[in-house]
Nanobody
């Protein structure tokens, strides 16, 4: 069982920056990918950025060049640096770990952290 705790959300003006953190409870576990997703009111949850176990990154087109995902394996923590924030970035942000259980992919999710960008 892995527990994920996100921190770092808040209210920021357009053009500002925030850094989200996601701490995992497990000291060691294998994963397929880790990443960040977001869900705005009335919309489906969408991918923001991911890192595969091999280190490859993937970003949504809307955040490419503004957001950076990173990880610190020693601290079991991943980060999302968000720069030049826009009002459309307002959403609840969730961290995700995709691993394998009993031979099948399995997702762990954090509780979410609110990011609000005022214009």
């Amino acid at each position: 069982q892995v527990q994920l705790v996100e921190t770092g959300g808040g209210l920021v003006q357009a053009g500002g920056s925030l850094r989200l953190s996601c701490a995992a409870s497990a000291s060691t576990f294998s994963y397929i990918a880790i990443g960040w997703y977001r869900q705005a009111p009335g919309k489906q949850r969408e991918l923001v950025a991911t890192i595969s176990s091999g280190g490859s990154t993937n970003y949504a087109g809307s955040v490419k060049g503004r957001f950076t995902i990173s990880r610190d394996n020693a601290k079991n923590t991943m980060y999302l640096q968000m720069n030049n924030l826009k009002s459309e970035d307002t959403a609840v942000y969730y961290c995700n770990v995709r691993t394998v259980l009993a031979g099948f992919p399995y997702d762990y999710w954090g509780q979410g952290t609110q990011v609000t960008v005022s214009s």
